[in-house]
């Protein structure tokens, strides 16, 4: 508590009476901690790309330029992290907007499963790669009133990890319907599952149940913390079903900014 005490001057030089201010700085104190762990989790996860890079360039300049086959796997090396060093700047950037709400929306009437089209395509490669097969339920046309880029981003996302966090040949299906006022999207998968005790900290920050599997995948650990935000912005929310070795279900609740279906305006 921080207090602070302001005198009230009558007629003479003494003060007649006092005014005792207390302030409550529970809060104060705990967005600066947020702050300042944001601040360290940062340079920490920097780091790791960093030295790989610099560990890498400095060896073949060191003189492993000679072996060709040497110099391309370091290449490929300081290429990749590098490429992780960006992801990470952009997501971190993104993130910092989105909790400062600073990031513009503009809604307009999207359908939900062009979406997923879209972003099957981009993940194309890598679902092929792996063998999963890929499903999308949909039993009636659903369209909800939203930012375009912010459902994308959230559902690429979810999938994307349905996709990392699933073995070869898994299975990733996503529902898309709607319940009362929502619209209501479901990613599920039968891979590794979380455990229950990390379910509700894998929303956090740089927070990941498996660090090494997530560096392998690509991850940067903040992927959830954006969809957190991007659905506390938009007035929805999300919820996880999820069982170790079973799989996981990441449920996306939207309110209709207006309703549904078929034609209209
Ligand atoms: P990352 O970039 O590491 O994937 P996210 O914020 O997207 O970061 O996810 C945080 C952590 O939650 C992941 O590292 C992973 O441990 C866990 N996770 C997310 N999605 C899934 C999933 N579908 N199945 C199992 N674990 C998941």
């Keep these: 508590i921080d207090v602070n005490v302001v005198p009230i001057?009558?007629?003479?030089?003494?003060?007649?009476?006092?005014?005792?201010?207390?302030?409550?700085?529970?809060?104060?104190?705990?967005?600066?901690?947020?702050?300042?762990?944001?601040?360290?989790?940062?340079?920490?996860?920097?780091?790791?790309?960093?030295?790989?890079?610099?560990?890498?360039?400095?060896?073949?300049?060191?003189?492993?330029?000679?072996?060709?086959?040497?110099?391309?796997?370091?290449?490929?090396?300081?290429?990749?992290?590098?490429?992780?060093?960006?992801?990470?700047?952009?997501?971190?950037?993104?993130?910092?907007?989105?909790?400062?709400?600073?990031?513009?929306?503009?809604?307009?009437?999207?359908?939900?499963?062009?979406?997923?089209?879209?972003?099957?395509?981009?993940?194309?490669?890598?679902?092929?790669?792996?063998?999963?097969?890929?499903?999308?339920?949909?039993?009636e046309p659903l369209e909800i009133e939203i930012d375009r880029d912010q459902l994308k981003q959230v559902l690429l996302n979810l999938i994307a990890n349905a996709v990392s966090y699933t073995h070869d040949g898994g299975e990733v299906t996503v529902y898309v319907r709607q319940i009362g006022h929502e619209a209501v999207i479901s990613v599920k998968d039968n891979g590794v599952g979380i455990p229950k005790d990390q379910q509700s900290r894998i929303f956090e920050r740089f927070y990941r149940v498996d660090k090494a599997r997530s560096r392998n995948v690509g991850g940067t650990g903040l992927g959830l913390s954006i969809v957190k935000w991007i659905l506390e912005n938009n007035n929805g929310r999300i919820t996880l079903k999820s069982e170790v070795k079973k799989g996981s279900d990441f449920t996306v609740w939207l309110p209709f900014k207006q309703i549904n279906n078929t034609n209209g305006d």
């Design 9 to 139: 001057f009558g007629q003479t030089d003494l003060p007649i009476n006092y005014i005792v201010l207390l302030y409550d700085i529970t809060e104060i104190r705990r967005l600066e901690k947020v702050r300042t762990d944001f601040v360290a989790n940062v340079s920490h996860e920097l780091r790791t790309p960093i030295t790989a890079v610099k560990g890498f360039a400095e060896t073949l300049l060191d003189g492993a330029l000679e072996d060709e086959e040497v110099l391309v796997e370091f290449l490929t090396i300081i290429y990749n992290e590098s490429s992780r060093l960006d992801t990470m700047v952009q997501d971190i950037l993104q993130l910092s907007k989105l909790e400062q709400r600073k990031i513009t929306s503009a809604a307009e009437r999207v359908r939900v499963t062009e979406v997923i089209e879209e972003i099957k395509t981009i993940l194309l490669q890598k679902i092929e790669l792996r063998k999963i097969q890929f499903k999308v339920k949909e039993p």
